[in-house]
């Protein structure tokens, strides 16, 4: 209690002392000196860009470019990059490649992360088979997904310029393989707030023990008001760390705490135009509403037994399963976007755990029954419609096996692939059953619907009701995008 009665008071006084008036002096100076040099860039963007929301709300809720198809998003990345070659790719002329030394043709002029020197072709480890009206080839990895195959639009031709994790899962989520660029998740809160004042815009759910490589910058919001990054949220304990008041602290003092913090950030920024105070005066408020809401929110146990059932979940537990069901829960509580991480997809060969024929399996059997019941279970009550649900990972694996250091790998495994892999999407106004794109006889380059993660971002933006090339955000003398200066919309894959 004493902290946050210190905060108030820390704040209310920090403008009277002596280092303040003399910091304040001289980012006066500064500006002085500087405004010649950003008025030549078009002023003071990001303070434009803040004057363009009402300074009380910036996460009110705002009208897309045109009519919607969908009104929040699933994105459901698999950080490690799941192998296309064991799910959804059906090569039968790779098994009969298996064992023989990789073509030449296959490795020259090519960079892989691992493989070194001339490794072994690698069939499909998985049984293939087709189902549905669609007839779309779901390998035995995922049984549960098999069910509900006319309800999922594959794009098997995914391509990305990065190999490595981090940078082609930045690239994947925030448009850019280095830091700084502002996630997905952030665009599209920027662009349509919230529809539950009590709620974020933007939730990030983890699993699988780790934070993807790139960490936290992935539902980071870079360059845009920091209110428009992703809430991390907890399936297991308390579903946001320091979210409970104090010890000794009544819900009203604490109220009473954030209105005087609040009062004097609504005059700093009165007299400095910084939009990242509009963000802290809502973090605050947000904070005190989640308090009430995030718990009832974030609470599965009272969900009926066959729901349960349906999903596999495991209460009280860190489980994707949990995060599947929360997806839904949240949805219906009218958050924008959800972005599920599961951790532990890279099946390099090196150990069981990272191996196609087994660690693969593993990671299917957490994540395979939950990503379908999600799906069904959206469908069920008339919500999957308008949610758009995306499945994929940052790149796809090689037709080789690895060679770590031209060495044969222990386990069964293979490399990062950036020329080809799969992804599949759901509702929110995609094509049911249809597969788009085609990939070579071994599974190794796109030979038709090529598209890249800027294709995808489009794809996502256009289905929420935006034009990708217009949701900008002035940044640095220019106008910024998702998409920067790329992006086609997918237009075969929407119904």
Known sequence: MEKIIQEAISAKFQE????????????GLGGLAMGGVFSACGGNSALKEASLFDTSNPLMARAPHFAPKARSVIYIHMAGAPSQLELFDYKPELQKLNGMDCP?????GKKFAFIRGVPKMLGPQAKFSQHGDSGSWISNYMPHLQSIADELTFIKTVTTDQFNHAPAQLLMHTGSARLG?????????YGLGT????????????????NPDAGKSIWGSGFLPSVYQGVQCRSAGDPILFLNDPEGMSRDLRKASIETINKI??????EYGDPETLSRISQYEMAYRMQIS??????????PDYIHEMYGTKPGKAAFSNNALLARKLVEKGVRFIQLFDWGWDTHGTSEDGSIDVGLVNKCRQTDKAVTALILDLKQRGLLDETLVVWGGEFGRTPMAENREGKPNAFKGRDHHAEAFTMFMAGGGMKKGYTHGETDEIGY?????????????????????????????????????LTDVEGEVIKDILS
Do not use: C
């Open 294 to 303: 995030v718990p009832e929110v974030m609470n599965i146990n009272d969900e």
């Open 195 to 210: 529809e539950n004042a009590d709620l974020p815009g933007f939730v990030v759910l983890n699993s699988g023990g780790a």
């Open 265 to 270: 950030n609504e005059k700093q920024f009165q």
């Open 104 to 108: 030449q043709s296959l490795l020259e």
């Open 16 to 27: 009277q002392t002596r280092r303040n008036f003399l910091k304040e002096t001289f980012m």
């Open 181 to 189: 660029r502002p996630s997905m998740g952030s665009w599209v809160t």
């Open 445 to 481: 380059s796109a030979i038709s619907g090529k598209v890249t993660p800027y294709d995808i971002q489009a794809t996502i933006l256009n289905q929420l009701g935006f034009d990708h090339e217009k949701l900008t955000y002035e940044f640095q003398g220019r106008p910024f995008r």
